[in-house]
């Protein structure tokens, strides 16, 4: 019943390794974010879109990729993973009114 | 340079009292102030907001007290209960519907 779920919810992964997070939202929201979640760091913006095909670079967008390929769908590619990327992955969907609403996050490890 | 500043980074506080955290930002344009509310292995949600017309806004226990002119504002969680132990997001915005998190306080109310 949640609004925006995410999968994995947990991923180990290798130096270079390729990795997908997904994220599904069903809030009807034109925008989705992806953010990764560090301490000390806060939220910080990766990717976003704003709808379907839409993709927009946010504040710390170096070695990811995204794609947006359906109102509800939006994917966060790493294709040559780093321990650096090491974090908790969250994605979010809003509409113009600015509320987030936030999935519940994957916890990605690269070794 | 980080745009959005909070403090203090951990704050502890007893059931019952009142906890302070405070939040800065340095860009004069942002007009919309969301604090979000996170617990141990979920995605953050939204507790309360204001917009800079306004110099406070009430909702429950939570209140939000904001100085445009110091650019400066604070969330104020009265009667606080274990319940409330959580990490506190203050966020910016500037008519858009992209934030700009700050790093967080993390609450624990002891009972």
């Known amino acids: 019943e949640a609004a925006v779920t995410q999968s994995p919810r947990n991923k180990v992964t290798v130096t270079g390794g390729n990795v997908t997070l997904s994220c599904r939202q069903t809030?009807?929201?034109?925008?989705m974010y992806w953010y990764r979640q560090d301490t000390g760091h806060g939220l910080r913006l990766i990717h976003y879109?704003?709808?379907?095909?839409?993709?927009q670079i946010g504040d710390v967008p170096d070695g990811y990729k995204a794609t947006r390929t359906t109102q509800e769908d939006f994917f966060l590619l790493l294709e040559l993973a780093s321990p650096s990327q090491t974090s908790l992955y969250f994605c979010?969907?809003?509409?113009?009114?600015?509320?987030?609403?936030f999935g519940p996050g994957t916890r990605l490890t690269v070794l | 340079q980080q745009q959005v500043r909070q403090s203090p980074q951990s704050l502890t506080v007893w059931e019952g009292e009142t906890a302070i955290l405070n939040c800065s930002y340095e860009n004069s344009a942002f007009d919309y102030f969301p604090w979000y509310q996170q617990f141990p292995g979920e995605g953050p949600a939204l507790l309360i907001s204001?917009?800079?017309?306004?110099d406070k806004k009430e909702d429950g226990r939570f209140t939000i007290f904001f100085n445009k002119r110091e650019k400066k504002l604070s969330l104020h969680i009265a009667d606080s209960q274990p319940g409330d132990s959580a990490t506190y997001f203050c966020a910016v915005s500037s008519g858009s519907w992209q934030l700009i998190f700050g790093s967080g306080t993390q609450l624990t109310v002891m009972p």
């Open positions: 809030n009807s929201h034109n925008y």
């Open positions: 879109s704003y709808g379907a095909g839409n993709l």
């Open positions: 204001i917009l800079s017309v306004s």
């Open positions: 979010a969907s809003s509409d113009s009114t600015g509320e987030q609403f």
